[in-house]
C-alpha cells in the first residue's frame, strides 16, 4: 500500500456543475476524513467517518456536498451546483484510531 | 470556538541555525497536538505527535514542546538544511468524544538560506 490516494489531482469544471471526487485510503485504516484548503490557509475540517459511518460533519459543509464511504473502504466527495467559492484544494486523510493522520495529495478543483 | 494561531509570516533563518516556529491555542487544552510539514501543492506529512500529558518529544532533529499553561507549543529544527524549506502547520485534537479530528493552524512557511 503506497498511501492515501487521491483522483483526480485537477479538476477544471463550469459553474453549476457538479464535481465528484475519490480517496482511497490506507487499507487497514478505519477513519477518514475530508478537509479543505484555501491559499495561505490550514486544512479546514469537512467530514469524518468511521468505517461505513459518517459521523460528523462541519457546518462549512452545506446541503450541496455530500460524502459517502460504502462499505468502509474507498470515499467519495460530490459538491453540486459548483460556485467560485468552491475552489480550493479538497484533502483527504486516513488513520487507524486517533492519532497521525495520514494525508493523500489533495484534489485541486478549480471553478471558472 | 478552538483558535490556533501560528505566525503568519514567513520565517527566515541560516543553514545551520536553529528554527523555532510558535503555536498559540485559545481556549480548552486537546488532547494531543500534532506538527506536520506541507510541500507546494502537496498533501500534509505528518512530523510529530505529542500529548497533553508529555512537555516534550523529539525525533532526529526535531524537537515540539507542549506548554498547557501558556496554551503553547514550540518547534524547533536544529542544524536546518535548505531541504527544510516548507510551509509548517500546528494541528489539535479535541478531547472527549475525541474523533481524531484536527484542527489546523493556518501554518508558518520556513526558508532555510545556504
Known amino acids: 500500500d503506497t498511501g492515501v490516494s487521491q483522483n483526480p489531482r485537477h479538476k477544471i469544471t463550469k459553474r453549476g456543475q457538479n464535481v465528484t471526487f475519490r480517496c482511497d485510503p490506507i487499507?487497514?485504516?478505519?477513519?477518514l476524513y475530508w478537509y479543505r484548503q484555501t491559499l495561505g490557509q490550514g486544512p479546514e475540517f469537512l467530514t469524518y467517518?468511521?468505517?461505513?459511518?459518517?459521523?460528523?460533519k462541519s457546518r462549512l459543509l452545506s446541503d450541496r456536498f455530500s460524502a459517502e464511504r460504502p462499505k468502509g473502504s474507498f470515499s467519495t466527495l460530490e459538491i453540486q451546483r459548483t460556485e467560485q467559492g468552491d475552489s480550493a484544494m479538497y484533502l483527504c486523510?486516513?488513520?487507524?484510531?486517533?492519532?497521525?493522520?495520514?494525508f493523500g495529495q489533495g484534489t485541486r478543483l478549480t471553478v471558472v | 470556538s478552538q483558535k490556533i494561531e501560528q505566525n503568519s509570516e514567513a520565517l527566515n533563518i541560516q543553514e545551520g541555525k536553529t528554527a523555532t516556529l510558535t503555536c498559540n491555542y485559545t481556549?480548552?487544552?486537546?488532547?494531543?497536538l500534532q506538527w506536520y510539514r506541507q510541500d507546494p501543492g502537496r498533501g500534509p506529512v505528518f512530523l510529530l505527535l505529542?500529548?497533553?500529558?508529555?512537555k516534550e518529544k523529539r525525533k532526529e532533529r526535531l524537537k515540539v514542546t507542549f506548554d498547557t499553561t501558556l496554551k503553547q507549543s514550540l518547534f524547533h529544527i536544529t542544524a536546518s538544511q535548505p531541504a527544510d524549506s516548507a510551509t509548517y502547520l500546528c494541528?489539535?485534537?479535541?478531547?472527549?468524544?475525541?474523533?481524531?479530528?484536527?484542527?489546523f493552524g493556518q501554518g508558518t512557511t520556513l526558508q532555510v538560506k545556504p
Open positions: 481556549n480548552y487544552s486537546p488532547a494531543y
Open positions: 467517518f468511521q468505517n461505513e459511518a459518517q459521523l460528523e
Open positions: 494541528a489539535l485534537a479535541m478531547g472527549s468524544g475525541n474523533t481524531g479530528k484536527l484542527i
Open positions: 486523510a486516513s488513520s487507524l484510531g486517533t492519532g497521525e493522520a495520514f
Open positions: 505529542i500529548r497533553e500529558n508529555e
Open positions: 487499507s487497514e485504516h478505519n477513519r
